[in-house]
């Protein structure tokens, strides 16, 4: 597939251009209205059906070719994070304490790259949906993009996204099938007791000293209640209590951070917080209040898919540059939601691992000092060109006209830019 990494790589200029702007004017959760404007307006001159406004600021844009049933839709977000920026780079945000630090304007320019590609040379037959998401960065925009329609007016039979990973060498490809993506929930624990002065303890409820065994309670929740076998994380972030050191305050909150890699076990993490919590507290005298806020699921990819999703990476890298079944990761993505309603394939593409001297490359995301390695642009939109391609194959019904299933047309063998496989 070298030709087709030569051919996205002449083009990535453009495109690394694009990604710097996007970068220079970063947007938050549903306010990404100078960025919408500007992928709507690119597909449109390219030649795509384009529906604005989806979920708030979302963008879809359909380009279908010849006579084909088949649907595929391809996902990148948008939005950036309440985050001051300290990349040192020349592109750097123009946004006081707004700085896109988790490559979301890498991803807009890998899809539009691979847009232009596809409007202009791509070989398939069929409809392609290519979805460019609001609000990932917690504001659940695919949940909103689906309440508005999303797959009931763009239905897809598959759907996949990437995103980019800082610590992984620049360009490989990482997938996985089963549990990817880790469910994210978020509890405040209100501690409320009596108030009184701190040389006189036993005449007050204290409960500073509840939310310090509630703390460490919940450090058991993992350890003695989950499967040793299973991923879980239960962290308290913040613990607020008073202001003076001679005064026992009346409340103590705490806030949590709670992540399971398995449905159930999400389930259990709530039963036994709230338990503990509540039996903590009253051993204390007094009382407990939970406000539990669900938020993104458990991210699953689905076995053809992501099977298929490494064919079409094997095929465009080589074995040496893609790994078949990286490891979980306990970050969460509401793509998770999507994968809920389509079968389909979040995979990640490596940021690099500082070995180049590109500090910024290997920074983690969510930090000020990170950034997009821009030389994922013409690898990423390749990836999805010939994923594109091989889904909305052209010869897609002569393929299976005999009666004869994928596996036996010799899935995998994806040799030539004619060959095809469906999942």
């Not at 030569?6 to 990404?32: K, T, W």
């Not at 490989?172 to 993506?181: C, I, N, S, T």
């Not at 509401?334 to 691992?353: C, H, K, Q, T, W």
């Amino acid at each position: 597939m070298s030709y087709l990494l030569q051919a996205l790589a002449d083009r990535a200029g453009e495109f690394v251009r694009l990604r710097r702007d996007i970068h220079r004017h970063p947007e938050l959760a549903f306010e990404e209205h100078r960025t919408a404007a500007l992928v709507a307006d690119k597909l449109e001159g390219w030649g795509y059906a384009v529906e604005r406004g989806i979920g708030g600021t979302g963008v879809v844009g359909t380009l279908v070719r010849g006579q084909g049933t088949r649907r595929l839709g391809l996902r990148a977000d948008m939005d950036a994070l309440p985050i001051s920026e300290a990349s040192g780079a020349e592109w750097t945000s123009r946004r006081p304490g707004v700085m896109h630090a988790c490559g979301h304007d890498g991803h807009t320019a890998m899809l539009l790259a691979a847009a232009r590609h596809l409007a202009e040379h791509g070989r398939f037959d069929g409809t392609l949906h290519l979805i460019f998401q609001p609000a990932e960065e917690g504001g659940g925009g695919a949940l909103r993009m689906m309440e508005d329609g999303l797959f009931d007016r763009f239905p897809c039979d598959a759907v996949f996204a990437m995103h980019n990973m800082p610590g992984v060498p620049q360009g490989r490809l990482v997938l996985r099938e089963g549990p990817a993506m880790a469910s994210s929930d978020y509890a405040t624990v209100t501690l409320t007791g009596i108030g009184g002065h701190g040389a006189m303890p036993h005449r007050a409820a204290d409960p500073v000293v509840a939310a310090a065994s509630v703390v460490m309670a919940l450090q058991s929740v993992v350890s003695r209640n989950v499967d040793p076998l299973q991923a879980a994380v239960v962290t308290v972030g913040a613990l607020h209590a008073g202001r003076a050191n001679n005064v026992i305050p009346a409340s103590a909150t705490l806030e949590l951070s709670v992540r399971a890699l398995d449905r159930e076990v999400r389930g259990l993490l709530e039963r036994r917080i709230r338990a503990l919590v509540v039996a903590q507290a009253e051993s204390f005298g007094v009382t407990a209040t939970i406000d539990w806020r669900a938020g993104y699921s458990v991210l699953v990819n689905t076995p053809a898919e992501t099977a298929f999703a490494r064919e079409v990476a094997l095929e465009l890298l080589g074995p040496e540059r893609v790994t078949l079944q990286g490891p979980p990761l306990t970050g969460s993505e509401d793509f998770a939601f999507m994968l809920e309603r389509v079968p389909g394939s979040y995979l990640l593409i490596g940021n690099g691992d500082g070995g180049d001297g590109r500090a910024a490359s290997a920074c983690m995301v969510h930090n000020p000092g990170y950034d997009f390695n821009d030389d994922n642009v013409a690898i990423g939109s390749a990836y999805w060109v010939l994923l594109a391609e091989r889904f909305l194959c052209e010869d897609a019904g002569a393929s299976t006209r005999d009666g004869r299933s994928p596996e036996q047309e010799g899935a995998g063998q994806l040799s030539d830019a004619g060959s095809c496989h469906l999942p």
